[in-house]
């Protein structure tokens, strides 16, 4: 897949500013990135905020042109994280995916994954936005309300957002275009050994429901399995403790 970096200076989210421009009929190139040197108003699953300082992190979203349905969407979030993760673990940095689209060192998050399916007039596609800490300090991170960490604390360097993004190119190619050969079949085996493993025990929350049990593997389309008291259950959105 080709890739075509936009920078912006600051813009209030990266995946606002894609889905935008689809709604307003533009033609978007399936590749296409917009990324923000400051994010002011950027968010993440069941609309947490998710801000960033000038030149702080990576914050950009990816639009991939497709027709996959909307079940297909988790998938490819998961493919995303994957190559997260890889770049990372290139880097020396233990960092694991937590289903549905999060990126863990430990149990501290460094990276959280939006995507979104968006049709319009006969186009249709899924905007997927990364947010991935880069130079945040340890100070930074002891304010946000849940643990955190970056490649910064992390690896004791600093990194250029921008040169992230570009070493981070050659996984999402290969992560995508694998979703886009054979969906979450193509991810499953390497999906299931880092966020794994299949036995752990598990508790999800989802709103004011909060399920208990262990992992028993993950369906045709990413969605969790999870053994409980009561038998199998098939959870497709949540948080994973």
């Known amino acids: ?120 007039r006969g186009n249709a596609g899924i905007v997927v936005g990364i947010g991935l800490n880069v130079n945040m300090t340890s100070e930074e991170a002891a304010a946000i309300d849940r643990p955190a960490t970056s490649m910064l604390i992390e690896g004791g360097q600093a990194h250029e957002p921008a040169s992230v993004l570009e070493a981070l190119f050659p996984r999402l190619d290969h992560w995508i275009g694998a979703w886009q050969s054979g969906g979450f079949s193509a991810l499953r085996k390497t999906w299931t050994q880092k966020a794994g493993p299949i036995g752990k025990p598990l508790c999800v929350h989802d709103g004011s429901i909060k399920k208990s049990g262990t992992l028993a593997g993950f369906g045709d389309h990413g969605e969790l399995l999870l053994q409980t008291e009561c038998g199998l259950e098939t959870i497709w959105s949540g948080d994973v403790s």
């Open 1 to 120: 897949m080709e890739f075509n970096i936009e920078w912006h200076d600051r813009l209030g989210s990266t995946n606002a500013c894609l889905k935008e421009r689809l709604l307003q009929g533009f033609e978007i190139p399936s590749g296409l990135i917009i990324a923000a040197r400051e994010q002011t108003a950027g968010r993440g699953r069941s609309d947490r905020r998710w801000l960033s300082a000038p030149d702080t992190n990576l914050c950009c979203s990816i639009y991939i042109g497709t027709a996959a349905e909307l079940r297909a969407v988790p998938s490819l979030t998961m493919a995303v994280a994957l190559a997260v993760a890889e770049l990372l673990n290139a880097l020396d940095i233990a960092a694991a995916p937590k289903w549905p689209n999060d990126v863990l060192v430990g149990e501290k998050k460094i990276c959280g994954i939006l995507s979104e399916r968006v049709e319009h």
